[in-house]
């Protein structure tokens, strides 16, 4: 019998084997917004339709897999934290800058009786493309701006269980929902993304503290969502920081024992634990597979951008974990015909998709105009021969003529 997406996705992420290899390119931002037709603006800062509605959508009109690692919007507030009310103080974020290409927003603090106090980031909204936040100083909006207008018109959305509810029903079986508890990790210091390489080096004591802080933090936050009246499909956990903005040696330090705890938690609690993280993280998947009760695994990037050889990842550390690789989003995305898809496709599921736990995907995020024909082409070679038992001698006949064509 043939299984849903999302049985077929969890058996892959606990290294099972389910009827076919799960196909779910990581098409989570820019190709769904294309497909709606409308300026980026509306679903990333409108919510017309929110994300995770337009990626679902797509799933729905590709035949892929699904994969959402975690809903816009989803999170739950501590309900011991004290809350830090101050009715003198006003915090906004408002529109600065509009065009017909862009919109800019700035955020702003002012207190009674005193002048607003500007953010020094911006946050850039192109038409199409995603938005992306900047220092105001680097496209010259450093002073404060003369002119702003509020953001209106933004559509409501559930929040908490009732918005991962909703998900859940809206998907109807097509692939899984995750939530993502990050452990603690040094960041980019110029967004304002908590403590970085720097801090790490001049302030050691302090950031370490900071990181056991966070863990218990993240800890909690992983507990209370697995309490919840409803339960994603898996946990989401790494980052893309992990190896960009942090060693091995830091990794090691001060995100380790954070994925070995929220590691352990969901393997207690029955449920799929997986690592993102774009870059070279070869070292990573040992570290998770030796140390941890890390469940599954991605991208898996290969050279320039990572340092992943899916046979050898395969062969070295199958048995333990579930792979999700590792097409290239540009040479082969991108830029490749249908037949170097094809090829690209035969080639991962021949390297990693033997006795399952694995899916196929993308070595990260598709870019914004990958040809829909590109990712036809994946849902195509998994039905055509992803189907298990894998049949390799035919999957070799397969590679062979497509190179013919190269």
């Known amino acids: 019998m043939m299984m849903t997406g999302r049985e077929r996705m969890l058996i892959a992420m606990r290294n099972g084997q389910p009827d076919r290899v799960p196909v779910a390119p990581d098409m989570s931002n820019m190709i769904p917004c294309r497909l709606t037709g409308k300026p ?45 009310i101050d009715e003198d103080i006003i915090q906004e974020t408002v529109i600065v800058f509009r065009s017909e290409e862009r919109i800019v927003t700035r955020g702003y603090t002012q207190r009674k009786g005193q002048g607003k106090e500007w953010s020094h980031l911006v946050t850039v909204y192109p038409r199409y493309d995603p938005p992306t936040t900047l220092v105001a100083s680097k496209i010259d909006l450093a002073p404060p701006p003369e002119r702003w ?48 390489i720097y801090d790490y080096c001049d302030r050691y004591d302090e950031v370490k503290a900071w990181s056991v802080q966070a863990q218990q933090a993240s800890v909690a936050y992983l507990k209370r969502v697995l309490a919840g009246p409803v339960r994603p499909d898996f946990i989401l956990t790494g980052g893309s920081g992990m190896e ?10 001060l995100a380790l024992p954070a994925l070995q705890e929220i590691t352990a938690v969901c393997r207690e609690a029955g449920i799929p634990s997986q690592i993102h993280c774009c870059g070279p993280e070869r070292e990573l998947v040992e570290m998770c597979v030796r140390e941890t009760e890390l469940t599954s695994i991605n991208p898996l990037e290969i050279p320039p951008m990572g340092n992943c050889d899916l046979a050898e990842i395969k062969h070295s550390f199958g048995q333990r974990i579930s792979l999700m690789g590792n097409l290239h989003t540009t040479d082969v995305m991108l830029r490749g015909s249908v037949n170097e898809v094809r090829r690209e496709s035969l080639q991962a599921i021949r390297a990693a ?9 993308t070595g990260d995020q598709c870019g914004r105009d990958t040809p829909d024909a590109n990712i036809f082409a994946m849902v195509d070679v ?25």
């Open 40 to 84: 980026f603006w509306d679903i990333y800062l409108y919510q017309d339709p929110p994300l995770w509605r337009a990626y679902i959508d797509a799933v729905n009109y590709f035949g892929t897999d699904g994969w959402i690692y975690n809903l816009d919007g989803f999170s739950l507030d501590d309900p011991d934290a004290t809350p830090n």
């Open 149 to 196: 207008w509020p953001i209106e018109g933004v559509k409501p959305q559930r929040q908490g269980f009732d918005l991962l509810r909703e998900g859940l029903e809206y998907f109807a079986e097509r692939g899984v929902i995750g939530v993502y508890v990050w452990p603690p990790q040094l960041g980019n210091p110029e967004q304002g993304y908590g403590y970085s």
């Open 244 to 253: 960009v903005f942090n060693t091995p040696e830091i990794i090691r330090d």
């Open 353 to 361: 998709g033997e006795h399952g736990g694995f899916i196929l995907s």
């Open 382 to 406: 998994v039905n055509e021969f992803g189907v298990y038992p894998l049949d390799f001698e035919r999957i070799d006949r397969e590679i062979a003529r497509l190179e013919r064509y190269q």
